[in-house]
């Protein structure tokens, strides 16, 4: 380690060879020390994070316990799944007679599932039969091409018993879509606790004896001596219906979040459309058009202080200048639109969008600022030279340059309005609703809303939803900052 | 050729100001038309400053005014109903660093004809062929011209810069330093690409080489800071008067490497 005594040393500036060759030990020490520390902040780092991510998905991953509302062994003897299509139709037949309102859901499920008719159709055929026609199953199943009984061709297809109903959804399914039906429509079977998939490995105990007392408290409240709980099955919360299926708050396992969704996007897309033109011309005239005179500094000070004002004083602003002051536009009514049963008055998509434009507004302009002014000079000066006038110079060259910074910056802002949730709480966005927004001026809920809609519930299986919910949204907000980088990266070997 | 007779530009008591810093002291000198005329000082003297205001490019310089006058066929470039725009496609200008457009070789040429309204394709692959052969680059690209303008070499690059500026048929073409970047062979060949083309264009150029100068310039014009760190200009005359018998002891400092 240590090398040979330096005997040509002539000053005395420097401490001697002894106190060096210590203080050498102490400062390697120190640098070691820190070292440490950093590692350590970044294990930490990285440990919370692991936390986080874990506490999510032991959520969307469960073990549940299911029951049976109607029991398989009431319906029959031999296991479901043995029973012949005649058999599995009857069932259907027994069971929809004895509920009140049996005729009417079946043939809404007919109506929906097998013909597929759409609500216009279904009116339609409504307003002949109430004009005293007779609206005949031959007609509409031909115009489906869909199979039923040949003894129902003439009948009002409004008209039927639930046996002709029955005899037509088995006429439509297999034997296997038939039991699929069985058990959703009428064995129903329920989700009586969920459990994270840690529990499920560690503690088996404390499951069983839950599902025990699970089970007694249903015999006695159903009063039904033979009811049984399953045991634990593997469920993954993240379903293609979360995409497909609109929030259903009495069933989290079917419950979905289309409309959460299509509000995000919505309300994305709207203020991607607003905010980026005026971002990106505001970022061109500071960086091009101003000479940075004073008013200049006070503008881009301002712009700068504005990114980091909490998002709520944005929600203020949107309530009053959106929601109330301009109502009529916001709303819909000055165009003749947005009226009618759904009236959102001013608390529609379009304010939510104008006010996350004005939230993400200003760091668009900083990102596209800055961009802009990573485009080489001497493309300007290139461009000057020829004769190019400003507006050509600005088009032609520092635009296109600086196009994969703007679109990086304008990625980033938008995945932060993407989980911004104070905004649009205070300019009114709601949470339970089941109507997917139609356009601007609709009434909507957002992902983190419906989210946090889903966890205040007091139904514990909702909180696995939330939690798929959560990683959809991770995802979602993952892939954005991947474009993000890979936009970055292109750009940056490009620039070479 | 230019209804300013014999000069293709003039400058009158021309002051150059960055703010309040004078970089620029009362040039007064005379361009001669079909001719290259160089300017050589050491470095800050105003020598890039005093060749912008040739064409105004100077004024993109946030705070920089010029006093004076620089007359262009009897018109002072600096008057009020001059359009900077119309100045700059009149007199073109040739950088320091070759910087074509990341686009392709013929697209960084019809860049200039585009924008100047031209977009008939025919006339514009004229153009650029004519221009490409002028700049003595379409042997080298002539099969390629969708490659970038990046992917050239220094020197090609520098030529195709040449070539854009010729493309919009300018009358006067300024060149500061456009060899500073290159290789002895490069540099060769835009010294002889600048001797031909001085048959129909008036060149000014910015050299710190004073081979250079002696090589290839008609006229020579030195430059030194004076007071206040202004430049001025000391001595401007023909080539072979400065490098022989320089009327100033200060140029013949200069050029015999006393200082600078
Ligand atoms: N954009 C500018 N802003 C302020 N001062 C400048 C600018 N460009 C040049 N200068 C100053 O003007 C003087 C002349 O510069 P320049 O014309 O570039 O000299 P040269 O080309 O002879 O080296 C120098 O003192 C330089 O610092
Ligand atoms: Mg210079």
């Given at each position: ?117 759409s609500i216009n159709?279904q009116d ?117 219906h979360l995409l497909t299926e609109t929030i259903d708050l009495s069933r989290?396992?079917d419950a979905g979040l289309r409309t959460a969704i299509i509000g995000s996007i919505w309300m994305i897309a709207l203020t991607i459309l607003i905010a980026l033109p005026l971002g ?29 004002v909490p998002s709520i004083i944005y929600g203020i602003l949107g309530l009053a200048l959106f929601v109330r002051a301009l109502e009529k536009i916001t709303s819909g009514s000055a165009f003749g639109l947005g009226a009618g049963g759904d009236t959102a008055n001013g608390r529609t998509i379009l304010s939510a969008s104008l006010t996350m434009a004005l939230l993400i507004l200003?760091?668009i ?48 802002a938008i995945s932060r309005a993407f989980g911004e949730t104070a905004v649009l709480v205070v300019v009114g966005s709601i949470t339970r609703i089941t109507v997917d927004p139609s356009g601007p001026f609709s009434r909507f809920t957002v992902l983190p809303l419906q989210i946090f809609a889903l966890i205040t519930q007091?139904?514990?299986?909702f909180?696995?939803v939330a939690?798929?919910g959560i990683?959809l949204l991770?995802?979602i907000l ?19 | ?260």
């Amino acid at each position: 380690m240590s090398l040979p005594e330096n005997t040509t040393q002539t000053t005395q500036f420097l401490p001697n060879e002894q106190q060096m060759k210590k203080n050498i030990r102490r400062r390697n020490r120190q640098a070691k020390f820190w070292q440490y520390v950093f590692l350590f902040s970044i294990i930490l780092a990285m440990f919370s994070l692991l936390m986080l991510f874990f506490s999510i998905v032991r959520q969307a991953f469960t073990y549940v316990a299911i029951y049976d509302q109607v029991n398989p062994a009431t319906l029959s003897d031999k296991p479901l799944e043995d029973l012949s299509k005649e058999e599995l139709g009857n069932i259907i037949e027994t069971y929809y007679t004895g509920i009140r309102t049996g005729r009417n859901d079946l043939r809404t499920i007919v109506f929906q599932d097998v013909l597929g008719l759409s609500i216009n159709e279904q009116d339609s055929i409504a307003d002949r039969e109430r004009a005293k026609e007779t609206v005949t199953v031959r007609e509409i199943f031909e115009d489906k091409g869909k199979a039923y009984p040949s003894a129902l061709a003439e009948q009002s297809i409004i008209r039927l018993q639930v046996a002709d109903y029955a005899a037509i959804i088995e006429e439509n399914l297999d034997q296997s879509g038939l039991y699929d039906f069985v058990i959703e429509k009428v064995v129903q079977p329920l989700i009586v606790d969920s459990w994270p998939i840690d529990q499920y490995l560690l503690d088996r105990d404390t499951i069983d004896a839950e599902i025990a007392e699970a089970e007694a408290r249903l015999r006695v409240e159903k009063d039904d001596p033979t009811l049984e709980v399953s045991e634990p099955e593997f469920r993954s919360w993240i379903q293609w219906h979360l995409l497909t299926e609109t929030i259903d708050l009495s069933r989290p396992e079917d419950a979905g979040l289309r409309t959460a969704i299509i509000g995000s996007i919505w309300m994305i897309a709207l203020t991607i459309l607003i905010a980026l033109p005026l971002g990106v011309g505001a970022a061109i005239y500071l960086q091009e058009y101003s000479r940075g005179g004073p008013i200049a500094r006070v503008i881009q000070t301002n712009i700068d202080n504005l990114a980091g004002v909490p998002s709520i004083i944005y929600g203020i602003l949107g309530l009053a200048l959106f929601v109330r002051a301009l109502e009529k536009i916001t709303s819909g009514s000055a165009f003749g639109l947005g009226a009618g049963g759904d009236t959102a008055n001013g608390r529609t998509i379009l304010s939510a969008s104008l006010t996350m434009a004005l939230l993400i507004l200003p760091v668009i302009i900083i990102n596209a600022q800055e961009a802009i002014r990573a485009v080489p000079d001497s493309l300007r000066q290139a461009s000057y030279g020829l004769g190019a006038t400003k507006w050509q110079t600005v088009w032609n060259h520092v635009l296109p340059n600086a196009m994969p910074g703007i679109l990086t910056g304008t990625i980033l802002a938008i995945s932060r309005a993407f989980g911004e949730t104070a905004v649009l709480v205070v300019v009114g966005s709601i949470t339970r609703i089941t109507v997917d927004p139609s356009g601007p001026f609709s009434r909507f809920t957002v992902l983190p809303l419906q989210i946090f809609a889903l966890i205040t519930q007091p139904q514990a299986q909702f909180r696995n939803v939330a939690a798929a919910g959560i990683l959809l949204l991770l995802a979602i907000l993952l892939s954005l900052n991947a474009a993000a980088v890979i936009l970055r990266n292109r750009f940056s070997k490009r620039a070479v | 050729m230019t209804s300013n007779g014999k000069y293709a530009l003039e400058a009158r008591n021309l002051n150059i100001f960055y703010g309040n810093f004078r970089a620029v002291r009362n040039v007064s000198m005379q361009i001669e038309s079909n001719k290259i005329t160089a300017l050589i000082g050491p470095s800050g003297c105003g020598k890039s400053t005093l060749l912008r205001s040739f064409n105004r490019m100077n004024d993109l310089v946030l705070g920089s005014r010029a006093d004076g006058e620089v007359l262009y066929r009897g018109k002072n470039l600096y008057g009020k109903d001059v359009d900077p725009v119309e100045v700059r496609r009149r007199i073109g200008m040739v950088f320091q660093k070759p910087n074509p457009f990341p686009k392709s070789i013929f697209d960084n040429i019809a860049y200039g004809p585009r924008i100047l309204g031209q977009r008939n394709k025919k006339i514009l692959a004229e153009i650029v062929e004519k221009s490409l052969r002028q700049a003595a680059l379409w042997d080298d690209v002539k099969d390629n011209l969708k490659k970038s303008g990046l992917a050239l070499s220094g020197g090609q690059q520098q030529r195709l810069c040449i070539a854009r500026t010729l493309a919009v048929e300018p009358e006067i073409i300024l060149m500061d330093e456009p060899c500073s970047a290159l290789d002895p062979i490069a540099t060769l060949r835009i010294e002889e690409l600048m001797r031909e083309l001085k048959e129909n264009y008036t060149i000014i150029i910015v050299t710190h080489n004073m081979q250079q100068a002696a090589r290839v310039s008609d006229y020579t014009a030195f430059m030194l800071m004076g007071q206040e760190r202004a430049g001025e200009l000391i001595e401007f005359n023909q080539t072979d008067r400065i490098f022989t018998q320089p009327a100033d002891s200060r140029t013949e400092d200069y050029i015999t490497g006393r200082f600078g």
